[in-house]
C-alpha cells in the first residue's frame, strides 16, 4: 500500500506570510494527490485536486504544484480564516485505496 | 448545492455493530462514488469504502472483513455497517461523494462522532 508523508506536522505563521506544507509518496502516484482543508465540527474542504487544480470557489491564495512523489501546497498569503488542519489524499492505487498524510496543523503566530 | 447528512447512534457497545445513514439531499445520488471515511481522535483520517450507485462496492483491505456499505436509489441515501467494532473503531465518521472511482471527494458531510464503549 502507499504511504503518505506530510511535513511540517505543525506550523505557526504571520498573517501575511507564505505558508508551504510538503507531502511524499511512498511510490509514485502521478497526480492522483489532493489537499483538503479540516476544521473541528466542520464538512472538510476540497482545495486542490489533481495536484494543482484550484477547486472552485477555493481563495487563489492557494496552490498545489508536483507529480509522482512529491508535492506542495502553498498559501500565498496567510489569512486568519486558514487556521486548520491540512491533508493531502492519494487516489492513485488499484484497486482503490485512498490514503491520507498524518495532516499539518497551521495555527497564526 | 449537495448536502449530505450522517445519522446514526453516537454510542456503540463493543462486539455489537455499528450502523450509520448518510441523505444525499440537492442532487441525485446516480452516476457517482460514495464513501464513508473516519477520523479517529489524533490519527490522520481513514477511508472506509465506496459504493457505486449501481450497488458494486470497494473497501479499505484493513476493514474488509467488517464492512458493508450499501445504497438506496429510490430513497437517496447510503448506509455503513461496521460489526464487531471495538474502542479503536471510536471516530467521527463522514459521508462523501466523489467523481469516480479514482477521484477525490468533492462534497461531504459534517460527520458524526461514533464512541464505542460499554
Known amino acids: 500500500d502507499i504511504q503518505m508523508t506530510q511535513s511540517p506536522s505543525s506550523l505557526s505563521a504571520s498573517v501575511g506570510d507564505r505558508v508551504t506544507v510538503t507531502c511524499r509518496a511512498s511510490q509514485s502516484i502521478s497526480s492522483y494527490l489532493h489537499w483538503y482543508q479540516w476544521k473541528p465540527g466542520k464538512a472538510p474542504k476540497l482545495l486542490i485536486y489533481s495536484a494543482s487544480n484550484l477547486q472552485s470557489g477555493v481563495p487563489s491564495r492557494f496552490s498545489g504544484s508536483g507529480s509522482g512523489t512529491d508535492f506542495t501546497l502553498t498559501i500565498s498569503s496567510l489569512q486568519p480564516e486558514d487556521v486548520a488542519t491540512y491533508y493531502c489524499l492519494q487516489t492513485y492505487s488499484t484497486p482503490p485505496e485512498n490514503t491520507f498524510g498524518q495532516g499539518t496543523k497551521l495555527e497564526i503566530k | 448545492q449537495v448536502q449530505l447528512l450522517e445519522s446514526g447512534p453516537g454510542l456503540v457497545k463493543p462486539s455489537e455493530t455499528l450502523s450509520l445513514t448518510c441523505i444525499v439531499s440537492?442532487?441525485?445520488?446516480?452516476?457517482?462514488?460514495w464513501s464513508w471515511i473516519r477520523k479517529p481522535p489524533g490519527e490522520r483520517p481513514e477511508w472506509i469504502g465506496y459504493?457505486?450507485?449501481?450497488?458494486?462496492?470497494n473497501y479499505n483491505p484493513s476493514l474488509k472483513s467488517r464492512v458493508t456499505i450499501s445504497i438506496d436509489t429510490s430513497k437517496n441515501h447510503f448506509s455503513l455497517n461496521l460489526s464487531s467494532v471495538n474502542v479503536a473503531d471510536t471516530a467521527v465518521y463522514y459521508c462523501?461523494?466523489?467523481?469516480?472511482?479514482?477521484?477525490?471527494?468533492?462534497?461531504w458531510g459534517q460527520g458524526i462522532l461514533v464512541t464505542v464503549s460499554s
Open positions: 440537492g442532487g441525485s445520488i446516480r452516476s457517482y462514488y
Open positions: 459504493v457505486y450507485y449501481s450497488g458494486s462496492t
Open positions: 462523501a461523494r466523489g467523481m469516480g472511482a479514482w477521484e477525490p471527494f468533492d462534497f
